[in-house]
């Protein structure tokens, strides 16, 4: 039986075939025009900028606020903007350091907390150590200082870009199996919480990780689908986005290049869809791009 999540789901992407430009979404995603079934920069000059280097990106369930991240001079920070009374509130810096990356944003699903990747240290003053995930606490003025996710998840080696399921499952991408001299080898792994605690994470089957690249992975809050990037000899370019839908035994299908519509020669990365089903997001050529999320249904 499908869960009430999955109908909810599949509702929302028949809804966006004849519900694009619906007046509740007034004033929402930085009121851009919407995008089609062909991919843009989304919100050009403003949030995709020239000379600047835009990451992985997040919208709030109600569309009401934006966190990216993006490189300047080889370190990165989060941004933030939301929507006001009279309109979006101009970018501001989220979460910065004078040495240390903040990278990939994510809510968690009661969007009381934001994760991120970092490769600040545990203890000040030790140096930057690999990227682990990281978190803040939403505040009444504002958010907290940056909180290690803990040891259960992060390794000795690099943890990368996470998104969660409705009940909490963390997804996320880590290097920590690799071999010596194959520290590119990157593996998508799952971790569920209970009581608040990340459990042993179990890496995900070989239909999605092979002994190449796999990381940036977004996760369906339903866990019915998920996209991420990945360098493999059949790629069009740098890495290719690729998704693998659930089976009907509830086992991940063989994973699909997403070529003709999204892969390219550029290096697609840091995917994200809206809670509500409609815009795709993801990273190529330097920028934030978008297209109406309907594309997905064609790599079944």
């Known amino acids: 039986m499908k869960s009430i999540l999955s109908i909810y789901w599949h509702v929302s992407l028949i809804c966006t075939l004849g519900c694009s430009g619906n007046s509740d979404d ?7 025009t919407p995008p089609a079934a062909v991919p843009e920069i989304f919100a050009p000059n403003l949030i ?4 600047e280097l835009e990451f992985g990106s997040v919208f709030s369930a109600d569309g009401t606020e934006f966190f990216y991240a993006v490189d300047r001079d080889g370190k990165a920070e989060i941004r933030y903007t ?3 009374n009279d309109g979006w509130s101009t970018p501001s810096t989220l979460i910065t350091h004078d040495l240390y990356s903040h990278n990939d944003p994510f809510l968690s699903p009661a969007e009381d907390e934001l994760y991120y990747i970092s490769n600040r240290p545990l203890k000040d003053g030790e140096g ?4 682990d ?10 958010w907290s200082a940056p909180i290690h996710a803990g ?10 870009y996470v998104s969660f399921t409705e009940d909490g499952t963390l997804y996320f991408s880590s290097n920590r199996g690799a071999e010596a001299g194959r520290e590119h080898d990157y593996d998508i792994y799952a971790s569920s919480r209970k009581q608040g605690v990340f459990q042993q994470p179990v890496r995900l089957s070989d239909s999605v ?5 796999e990381a940036d992975v977004f996760v369906a809050p339903d ?8 360098v493999r000899q059949d790629g069009l370019g740098e890495g290719d986005l690729y998704i693998s839908f659930k089976n009907e035994r509830g086992d991940w299908a063989q994973a699909k290049n997403m070529r003709e519509l999204i892969s390219s020669e550029h290096h697609e990365l840091c995917p994200f869809v809206t809670r509500d089903g409609k815009y795709f997001l993801y990273t190529s050529n330097q920028d934030i791009y978008w297209v109406d999320a309907t594309v997905l249904q064609r790599y079944r």
Not at 48 to 51: A, D, K, Q, T, Y
């Open 26 to 32: 007034s004033g929402k995603y930085l009121q851009q």
């Open 48 to 51: 995709s900028r020239e000379g």
């Open 82 to 84: 939301r929507l006001e």
């Open 128 to 131: 930057k150590k690999d990227y």
């Open 133 to 142: 995930i990281w978190y803040s606490v939403r505040e009444n003025t504002g």
């Open 151 to 160: 040891p259960e998840i992060n390794s000795e080696g690099n943890e990368y």
């Open 209 to 213: 990780n092979t002994p190449a690249y």
């Open 223 to 230: 866990a019915s689908y998920l996209i991420f990037c990945s």
